[in-house]
């Protein structure tokens, strides 16, 4: 991650803290304080990324509905699956042990 990156990283988490609406405007102003040169599109790409958006919420947020949602849904719909495909490959292992034995390969032998 650039340096103008991270500024303008920081400056949003700024706003965000101090409950002010993330503007390109206000970005901008933050970043010339800090002395960080900052290209002009990124002051618009964040202040519409975080439109309308509760940054502190996201931040607190991060990942738990995504990862939960899917977690549950194939723990439901694929818990039989999941318990088929384990006894089969146990199965597996327990033929290919068996083979190795009958041709005299037991790793004590």
Excluded: C, H, Q
Excluded at 40 to 69: H, P
Excluded at 74 to 87: E, K, L, Q, S
Excluded at 99 to 109: A, I, T, Y
């Amino acid at each position: 991650m650039s340096v103008a990156e991270r500024a303008i990283s920081y400056a949003s988490l700024i706003l965000a803290d101090d409950d002010v609406a993330i503007t390109a405007d206000k970005l901008e102003a933050i970043t010339k304080a800090a002395g960080v040169a900052v290209e002009a599109i990124y002051f618009s790409l964040f202040a519409k990324a975080f439109e309308g958006k509760d940054v502190k919420e996201l931040l607190l947020n991060v990942g738990s509905a995504t990862a939960a949602a899917p977690a549950a849904g194939g723990a439901a719909a694929g818990g039989a699956a999941a318990g088929a495909a384990a006894a089969e490959e146990k199965k597996e292992e327990s033929e290919a042990e068996e083979s190795d034995e009958d041709m005299g390969l037991g790793l004590f032998d």
